[in-house]
């Protein structure tokens, strides 16, 4: 392997025959693992059991499963480089790492169900998202995956709307133990999971709680409504994501449709003195449909208005006592994050959490400022405005402990620096083959690859 500068490397590189659309193919097992965790993921996050309170589920054992063979063949078999901007993304993940460790070891833990829920946000999850995975994201069937995620996303929704209309209808939920409830929680969704909202439930859909669901779909909803061509089946999420009768959720609806219009805004002041109105005229309708929408979402919820000017704003107000009184280092046993994200990095790890929570979700901001060039493609911008809306949704509820949310921002993340996983260049994965073909395989070809 030669490097130049700018980061651009010579590498030798594997030759599986032509390059079809669908590369990916080529590798079946890779891809197999791929999409049964998307299903397992999106579509039956809560799918699996529980180990002393813990739950355990199938696509989170799937990762955990897949990641000392994908560690090992990252370190022996692929081209061992990264991303600038991979690094410095994992470098901002560095000083809260730091103090959870020294949380751990001078203040112990309180809660050993959210110590492995840490553990493996913010360790494990970022460690394959952002510096494992994307090695072999060449290997990948682009347009497989994509069909994948699209049909969970929409298969999400259209379940939730079901369960939504059923429950009040026959007075109980359709529960699949090991499925679309952990085998723990069967039976339990309306006594533990406080979707009641009088005359209807939240939206649970398989993720068993409103909040969850919906924090967890904004972050991909900007990829599905890049990858999604039918309006239909984007409105059907929409619609989904507003009958969770939940106030932090209806906001991220918002925000996801104003950061939209502001987007097709900068398009159009950059075509001046030529303006498409009619691109205006449907970012303007698309924003009345969804404000539309939440005002449906009010008449569900059968509360009266003053339910969203709540001053205990829903129980949260007191986690904003902790500003009055910060410590700089964390002073608790290491626990679970509460709904306010930033207020619970205060209370749990003092003001150097603070910042170092902020770090990472800013992260973003500071890699679109360092490298401007991720943004020049469409799926980077999505990826981008999902990682910026969870920031944003973090301050009323983060849902930060809870599976899969996080699963969600590591991905996503990863997109927002690779793109769409199968369209990375070289199309196969790359190998430290030193220019030796593999037995019975064509001759090895020099391949630029690009970093920065």
Same mark, same amino acid.
Request: aromatic share 14%; charged share 10%.
């Given at each position: ?24 193919? *080529? ?16 579509? @039956? ?21 897949? /990641? ?11 081209? #061992?480089? @990264? ?64 069909? =994948? ?8 929704? &259209? ?40 005359? @209807? ?5 398989? =993720? ?32 989904? &994501? ?38 205006? *005229? ?15 979402? @009010? &008449? ?7 339910? &969203? ?28 994050? /509460? ?26 901001? #500071? ?23 969870? /920031?944003?949704?973090? /301050? ?12 969600? =921002? ?40 690009? =970093?920065?």
């Amino acid at each position: 392997m030669r490097c130049g500068d700018s980061f651009t490397c010579v590498v030798e590189m594997e030759v599986l025959g032509e390059p079809r659309p669908s590369g990916g193919s *080529r590798h079946v097992l890779l891809n197999a693992i791929c999409l049964l965790t998307v299903v397992f993921l999106i579509l @039956f996050p809560k799918g699996g059991i529980k180990a002393g309170g813990t739950p355990l589920t199938w696509a989170y054992l799937l990762l955990v499963g897949t /990641a000392l063979p994908a560690v090992v063949i990252r370190l022996v078999s692929l081209r #061992l480089a @990264f991303r600038p901007s991979a690094l410095v993304a994992f470098g901002a993940l560095i000083p809260f790492q730091m103090l959870c460790l020294y949380s751990i070891e001078v203040n112990g833990v309180g809660n050993v169900g959210y110590l492995f829920s840490d553990l493996t946000g913010f360790f494990l999850l970022p460690f394959l998202f952002l510096l494992v995975y994307p090695a072999f994201l060449p290997a990948i069937d682009p347009l497989r995956f994509r069909r =994948y995620f699209r049909f969970c996303i929409l298969g999400a929704a &259209l379940w939730g709307i079901f369960l939504f209309v059923w429950r009040p209808l026959f007075g109980f939920y359709i529960e699949i133990p090991l499925l679309t409830v952990n085998l723990g929680d069967f039976g339990q969704l309306e006594a533990t999971k406080h979707i009641d909202r009088g005359a @209807f439930f939240k939206l649970i859909s398989t =993720y068993n709680n409103g909040n969850v669901y919906g924090v967890a779909t904004l972050i991909l909803f900007p990829l599905y409504k890049l990858w999604e061509p039918s309006r239909w089946k984007k409105n059907v999420v929409r619609f989904a &994501l507003v009958l969770t009768l939940s106030r932090t959720v209806w906001l991220g609806v918002l925000i996801e449709q104003f950061l939209s219009s502001l987007v097709s805004l900068a398009a159009m002041t950059r075509s001046l003195p030529h303006i498409d109105t009619g691109a205006a *005229r449907k970012r303007a309708a698309g924003l009345l449909l969804t404000l539309a929408a939440v005002f449906v979402g @009010f &008449l569900f919820s059968v509360q009266s208005i003053s339910f &969203l000017t709540d001053s205990s704003l829903g129980g949260r107000q007191a986690q904003f006592q902790v500003f009055a009184h910060p410590t700089l280092l964390p002073s608790l046993p290491l626990n679970g994050f /509460a709904e306010v994200m930033y207020s619970s990095a205060l209370q749990l790890f003092g003001v150097a959490g603070l910042l170092a929570i902020l770090l990472i979700v800013l992260s973003p901001l #500071l890699l679109i400022a360092l490298f401007p060039k991720l943004l020049r493609a469409p799926v980077n911008r999505a990826a981008a405005k999902g990682l910026i809306l969870y /920031a944003i949704l973090a /301050a009323a509820d983060g849902a930060t402990n809870l599976i899969p949310v996080l699963a969600f =921002y590591w991905f996503t993340y990863m997109v927002f620096l690779h793109g769409s996983p199968g369209e990375q260049a070289g199309g196969v994965m790359e190998r430290w083959s030193g220019g030796e073909s593999m037995p019975g395989k064509p001759a090895d070809r020099q391949t630029h690859v690009s =970093y920065g």
